[in-house]
């Protein structure tokens, strides 16, 4: 059975990069039939999706967040990152990884049990 | 962005009733790439439904979705206890991929 764990610290100070990691268990991102990717729900909001990546390291992240985030993949680790620079009180969320139901364009099928990150000095 | 505007906000039902939701984007979702997605407090989204109407392994037949181009609807032909959650509908078609601002159904 497909498991995702999100993992790093839970609290980032203002101006910092958040970063996260989302093991992979039951399945592999070397896994040519998917993607993975990054999710985030600000405490009592809605969804964001974050962007998602191939094991080959080709990414679609969104706009709005473009240049402060990166998504990376370890095939070696069996694992994807996210880093968010930068951050402000408006980063604090509860980040999901997820798996997507293929390759290209469709949406998360398996998600971690995602990870409360609040941004405070 | 495409925009999508769930409504209505609440959903006030008993059980065995029907729920019907609405999701509308604001310009065409391309290729009808639009799931939804079930969400209890605390938990992750599960999804339901993709490609508007493609129910996802292990849902239920009483979960359907339909529409396509700009009007999608999730319907939950009679409730059960534990579909009492927030739903939310999600574009995959053009980046970024976007999500509706959800649906609560109550009891």
């Known amino acids: 059975q497909l498991q995702l764990q999100e993992s790093g610290p839970g609290l980032v100070e203002p101006s910092e990069t958040l970063s996260l990691n989302c093991t992979v268990s039951?399945?592999?991102?070397?896994?040519?039939?998917?993607?993975w990717g990054w999710a985030r729900q600000p405490p009592g909001k809605g969804l964001e999706w974050l962007g998602t990546?191939?094991?080959?390291?080709?990414?679609y992240d969104n706009p709005s967040l473009r240049s402060r985030i990166t998504i990376s993949v370890d095939t070696s680790k069996n694992h994807f990152s996210l880093k968010v620079n930068s951050v402000t009180a408006a980063d604090t969320a509860v980040y999901y990884c997820?798996?997507?139901?293929?390759?290209?364009?469709?949406?998360?099928?398996?998600w971690g049990q995602g990870t409360l990150v609040t941004v405070s000095s | 962005e495409i925009v999508l505007t769930q409504s209505p906000g609440t959903l006030s039902l008993s059980p065995g009733e029907r729920a019907t939701l609405s999701c509308r984007a604001s310009?065409?979702?391309?290729?009808?790439?639009l799931a939804w997605y079930q969400q209890k407090t605390g938990r992750a989204p599960r999804l339901l439904i993709y490609?508007?109407?493609s129910r996802s392994p292990g849902i239920p037949d009483r979960f359907s979705g339909s529409g396509s181009g700009t009007d999608f609807t999730l319907t939950i032909s009679r409730l059960e206890p534990e579909d009492f959650a927030v739903y939310y509908c999600?574009?995959?078609?053009?980046?970024?991929?976007?999500f509706g601002q959800g649906t609560k159904v109550e009891i």
């Open positions: 490609s508007a109407t």
């Open positions: 039951g399945g592999s991102v070397s896994d040519r039939s998917y993607y």
């Open positions: 997820a798996r997507c139901q293929g390759v290209g364009p469709n949406p998360f099928d398996y």
């Open positions: 999600q574009q995959y078609g053009t980046s970024p991929w976007t």
């Open positions: 310009q065409s979702v391309t290729s009808d790439f």
């Open positions: 990546i191939y094991y080959n390291g080709d990414t």
